[in-house]
């Protein structure tokens, strides 16, 4: 098997569960709208602004790598500006050779000049939209899905459930919760997620990235979750013996037997501390015990990445081959929060056969 290179992994059709918007941004973008809305950065030219967000997320600290969206989000209070982000999303996604995304925001951090909930997802809808009719326009193909995030340290998250499922027909795909994990338990926000149950809407819950394995307990046990953002501490609950064989702990056991889907976020979780390198990341260990792993990209702008470089350093890492990035694309697109016959159109009449000839090159 010839080694895979950049450019090769780059036409190889992707799919894209867990992206969000404020930390995709350009930064020349970010330029633009801060100079528009009078809004002060750290910088001033693209490559100088580029290189302080990722080294302020390199802290090793979440709180830290959190405190980089004050700059993103405070450019994204437009319908202007949402519009604009949302379109450049898809164009750089589908670039990237993206066909499916789930990208995910927090409408409640973005009505600081006036806007209400609903004009938020709406004008961010309108950009996903104009950004797929673009790339169609080009001769190419993607599709966006939106999730709705609530911040865990907030009390808007029931709100923000029924947002979500009043604009689930007009291109929301679910809902989510996000934010610093300590001390902000999934069970917090059970109102939420119950509604959404009873709603029979989908969602995902950021769990098991900084804190351990009662988050995904919770998130599981209680709350119900179709996916686990992260979930990378679900290796907690995994025993490796000296000769190779693992040992799954009951929580493991249920998430790996329940087919729950792992948001896995390589670069993202070596930079807020959830793992201490790249070689040390369970990616690898839960891919062979059978999980439902992903591979995902998380913040792109943060961590200076794309879901072409998130596989090439696991192939670099790991020694992964087409059939494993095959597979984990695949993984993703059945855990995705679309309609199973559009799932398996995509499978079958995209993601197959891009495959099957990068296999066979």
Known sequence: MNELTAPQVRTAPKVLLHDHLDGGLRPATILDLADACGHTLPADSETELAGWFRQSADSGSLVRYLETFEHTV???????????????????????GVVYAEVRFAPEQHLESGLTLDEVVEHVLEGFRSGESAVAAAGGRIHVGCLLTAMRHAARSREIAELAVR????????FDIAGAEAGYPPSRHLDAFEYMRAANAHFTIHAGEAFGLPSIHEAVAFCGTDR????????DDI????????????????????????????????????????????FDLLARLRFRVTVNTDNRLMSDTTMTKEMMR???????????????????????FLPFDQRLELIDDVIKPGYAVLIGA
């Open 228 to 235: 686990l953002g992260h979930g990378v501490r679900i290796v």
């Open 239 to 282: 025993t490796v013996a000296e000769d190779g064989t693992a040992s799954l702990g009951l929580l493991a056991n249920y998430v790996r037997d329940k087919r729950i889907p792992l948001e896995l976020c390589p670069s993202s979780n070596v930079q807020t501390g959830a793992v201490a390198a790249l070689e040390d990341h369970p």
């Open 314 to 336: 696991l192939v670099e890492t790991f020694g992964y081959g087409w059939v494993d990035l095959e597979r984990f694309t695949i993984n993703a697109m059945k855990s995705a």
């Open 167 to 174: 604009f689930r027909d007009r291109g929301v795909a679910g």
């Open 74 to 96: 405070a450019v994204m209070q437009t319908a202007e500006g949402l519009e604009r982000v949302a379109r450049e999303c898809v164009e750089d996604l589908a670039a990237d």
